[in-house]
T-cell receptor
Framework: AQSVTQLDSQVPVFEEAPVELRCNYS??????LFWYVQYPNQGLQLLLK??????LVKGINGFEAEFNKSQTSFHLRKPSVHISDTAEYFC???????????FGGGTRVLVKP | NAGVMQNPRHLVRRRGQEARLRCSPM?????VYWYRQLPEEGLKFMVY????????ESGMPKERFSAEFPKEGPSILRIQQVVRGDSAAYFC????????????FGPGTRLLVL
């Protein structure tokens, strides 16, 4: 079975500052990794995913994440945040060639002016 | 190209009533997943279906919950005899396949049990 830990439940950050959201996972098999964003009262939107290949993955809205197999991490970063990035961010894994997603508990990002 | 559609968006039920949640996947998608988000928690997988088949129901509670995805029409998540602990947001996602294919999420149905 897989599990996902998002180490920070809330991250306050000032506008135009960088942000990093941490995600660690555990699995006995190869996994695919995902980051989703959820705006208030909405569904989840995919930011980026890692399936294979380059460990640095670029996504939408200026986000990127780096897969580190030895540390079993997939941290999400953005060099300069906007007010509109205020949302909850979820890290998720699935078995390679699998289907269901296992989510972390989420990290709430609050961007302050 | 419409996204994943869920209805109703909000549903209020009294304890003991039945709740029916509907999900229409994106056009061309034949894989549907249901997830539940309890207050202040992440999403938890419930069930994975393809047309007319339940592929994985390892996350479904053993009693009162059922799901279907008929040949025609939307996928239905049915909760019988609801209890207060069923209050949550229920999200449906669809994909065109497995193996890393992106799951696209609907806006969710927020169920409140009084």
């Amino acid at each position: 079975a897989q599990s996902v830990t998002q180490l920070d439940s809330q991250v306050p950050v000032f506008e135009e500052a960088p942000v990093e959201l941490r995600c660690n996972y555990s699995s006995s098999v190869s996994v695919y990794l995902f980051w989703y964003v959820q705006y208030p009262n909405q569904g989840l939107q995919l930011l980026l995913k890692y399936l294979s290949g380059s460990t640095l993955v670029k996504g939408i809205n200026g986000f990127e994440a780096e897969f580190n197999k030895s540390q079993t991490s997939f941290h999400l970063r953005k060099p300069s945040v906007h007010i509109s990035d205020t949302a909850e961010y979820f890290c998720a894994v699935s078995k390679a060639a699998g289907n269901k997603l296992t989510f972390g508990g989420g990290t709430r990002v609050l961007v302050k002016p | 190209n419409a996204g994943v559609m869920q209805n109703p968006r909000h549903l209020v039920r009294r304890r003991g009533q039945e709740a029916r949640l509907r999900c229409s996947p994106m056009k061309g998608h034949s894989h549907v997943y249901w997830y539940r988000q309890l207050p202040e928690e992440g999403l938890k997988f419930m069930v994975y279906l393809q047309k007319e088949n339940i592929i994985d129901e390892s996350g479904m509670p053993k009693e009162r919950f059922s799901a279907e995805f008929p040949k025609e029409g939307p996928s239905i998540l049915r909760i019988q005899q609801v209890v207060r602990g069923d209050s949550a947001a229920y999200f449906c996602a669809s994909s065109s396949g497995t193996g890393g294919e992106t799951q696209y999420f609907g806006p969710g149905t927020r169920l409140l049990v009084l």
